[in-house]
Structures are given as C-alpha cells and as structure tokens.
C-alpha cells in the first residue's frame, strides 16, 4: 500500500510535519473505511451462524427425521404382516 510505504519512509526517515498530517489524515480514512468493512463481515457471519442453528435448521433437522423413519425398521412392528399366507385376495381363474 502506497499510503503505509510513505508512512513507514516517514518514520524511518523523518518527514515535514504537512506531510506526516497528510499521511495521518489518509491512513485514518482507510482505517475506518477497514473497520466498516469488519462489521459488515462480522454481522453477515452472526446472520449466517444464526440460520444456521435458527428455526430452519430445526425444519431440515425434522424431514431428515422423517425420512430415515421411512427407510428405518421400526420397533412397534408397524405394519404387522404377519405370518405369509398363500391366500390372496384375487378370484380364481377359471381354467
């Protein structure tokens, strides 16, 4: 960064005191234009880690649920099929 560089020449070299005011009055720009810029990071990433635990995540957490109830064998045994038989419920074919 060109504003840091001259800033950094300054302090090593020295400077007139109009120029250190202007690299001071420069630096501070940036410096608070930065920290606009970290608060807008910082509140997107509270949002995110808020919807991310938030309610949506319990709706997702419950169709999960219910789709491995699905395709999970259950306890009670729901339906009961019971024993197989060779009965159907179809008429007999005539032969």
Do not use: Y
């Not at 001071?24 to 991310?52: H, I, P, W, Y």
Request: glycine letters at 6%.
């Amino acid at each position: 960064d060109e504003d840091l560089s001259a800033a950094r020449l300054c302090v090593e070299e020295g400077c007139e005191p109009v120029a250190v005011q202007d690299i001071l009055n420069r630096l501070g720009a940036k410096q608070a234009a930065l920290k606009k810029e970290l608060a807008d990071v910082e509140g997107v990433m509270a949002k995110l880690a808020t919807a991310n635990l938030g309610e949506d995540r319990s709706v997702v957490a419950e169709i999960m649920d219910a789709a491995i109830k699905i395709f999970s064998k259950v306890d009670d045994g729901f339906p009961k099929t019971g024993i197989p038989s060779p009965w159907t419920m179809d008429k007999p074919k005539k032969k």
